[in-house]
């Protein structure tokens, strides 16, 4: 009991979605793998598409493509194992920051969300015009909407998890999809 109540049942939770995932990796090295590979051949089918057209609006339909597969991924991680920890450990004295951390380095640093997103960033630097400028933004660009995305994805699932939760969960994806 003093683990829980001490300075970091944060740091406690992380190591717990750490051994969850450690005891599914020999499932999920091949599976992610692939998802990489698909996720690379998905960037240069869009980047020859984006460079074919010639068109202002190539970028955005990569990154609304890419955006796409991030919230699937992220979804199933999500669904997976985080919503299952959250669920149980939320007799745990934490403030909703800690919680949103939680949710928020678990999705960052698990292996098929972070191989979308460097595969993304990748391809975005690869697609367009070469000059230094321009790479840079697209880079930055392309990791902001990856941090939103995390970000987003780590909201909706705390609101998703607290009780009463479903209702505040839609309203927020609904505010999510109107800025969007």
């Known amino acids: 009991m003093a683990q829980v109540t001490g300075s970091s049942p944060l740091r406690l939770m992380l190591e717990a979605t750490r051994t969850r995932e450690l005891r599914h990796s020999a499932r999920w090295t091949v599976g992610i793998a692939t998802l990489g590979i698909i996720n690379l051949f998905l960037c240069a ?40 920890i959250s669920r149980r450990t939320w007799v745990f004295p934490m403030t909703s920051f800690a919680r949103f951390s939680f949710v928020f380095l678990s999705l960052l640093r698990h292996r098929a969300t972070f191989i979308i ?32 995305l995390f970000s ?22 609904a505010g999510l999809i109107l800025a969007g």
Not at 47 to 68: H, I, K, P, Q, T
Not at 117 to 144: D, E, K, Q, W
């Open 117 to 148: 997103a460097v595969t993304t960033v990748f391809a975005s630097a690869l697609l367009g015009p070469r000059a230094p400028v321009s790479v840079g933004g697209r880079v930055i660009m392309t990791a902001l909407l990856e941090l939103f």
């Open 45 to 84: 089918f869009l980047e020859s598409f984006v460079n074919d057209r010639n068109g202002e609006d190539g970028f955005m339909l990569f990154l609304a493509v890419e955006s796409s597969f991030l919230l699937l991924a992220g979804a199933a991680v999500v669904n997976g194992d985080l919503e299952t």
């Open 152 to 173: 987003a994805m780590s909201l909706l699932t705390i609101l998703r998890i607290r009780p009463a939760g479903e209702t505040r969960s839609l309203l927020s994806l």
